[in-house]
């Protein structure tokens, strides 16, 4: 798979009275704590929400997990932002953290299709082999819509899932876990690892082919262009889709 090279990884001149880039030192070291970090993280909050609302994760209110998911969301931004600003020039220039005028419309018609197009074309082999159905692979996706009873519910249920968990996972997983695999191994490397990862970290073993099939994509989109906006708007519009079309079929 190859790319045009990426200024914003590699030392370069700068106009006169700026500061040379310098070259980063953060690394996969970094993305592995930052892992572990957020998972423990999240489960310690997720903790702490369950006390506090005396219910279990399975009767939550979609604002009581949106609460319990703010563990592992600051650690997804804070460990991106800090390991770059303290070990090399930052996350625009270092993670690509821009944004582009044609990015969210490019960015929200890959998604889309790719939700519409690729994932269920990867499934029907799948879901004939496991004799498993729809019904079966949207059911996580569907415990969420269906605590979605009222207006408030579903700008709660819009706000995680359509714009908070795309772009703290899109900063971490596209932003500093792929770099940091790209720069060690190259690019090919960088992207099939970070969609791996990123689909498994999901923790729902029937639904990990498609979110890696789109971690894939993702990935493909922020190396091509150097940037997180396109990726981010890819996983915005993504998660929408299923999001809009299971509340529209309950």
Do not use: C
């Not at 579903?154 to 772009?167: F, H, R």
Request: net charge neutral; glycine share 12%.
């Amino acid at each position: 798979m190859s790319h045009p090279r990426e200024p914003d990884l590699v030392p370069r001149p700068v106009p006169a009275g700026d500061a040379e880039l310098k070259t980063p030192t953060w690394g996969l070291g970094d993305v592995v704590a930052g892992w572990f970090l957020a998972q423990v993280a999240g489960l310690a909050t997720s903790a702490a929400v369950i006390g506090l609302s005396g219910q279990s994760i399975d009767e939550m209110s979609l604002g009581w997990l949106a609460v319990g998911n703010i563990g592992l969301w600051v650690v997804f931004l804070l460990v991106p932002v800090v390991a770059t600003t303290v070990k090399g020039n930052g996350p625009v220039v270092d993670l690509g953290l821009r944004i582009k005028a044609w990015d969210p419309p490019v960015g929200a018609l890959i998604g889309a299709a790719t939700q519409f197009i690729l994932v269920p074309l990867i499934y029907v082999p799948i879901l004939v082999l496991l004799d498993r159905n729809g019904e079966d692979l949207s059911a996580p996706a569907r415990d969420l819509t269906d605590r979605a009873s009222n207006a408030f519910g579903v700008v709660v249920l819009i706000l995680i899932v359509g714009i908070a968990a795309p772009i703290f996972e899109e900063i971490f997983y596209r932003g500093l876990m792929q770099r940091a695999l790209q720069r060690r191994y190259g690019p090919t490397v960088g992207v099939v690892v970070t969609a791996v990862v990123f689909g498994l970290s999901h923790f729902e073993p029937l639904q990990a082919p498609g979110l890696i099939l789109f971690g894939l994509v993702v990935g493909y989109l922020a190396l091509r262009t150097g940037r997180l906006g396109p990726s981010i708007a890819a996983h915005v519009a993504f998660n929408l889709v299923s999001v809009g079309f299971l509340l529209a079929s309950g």
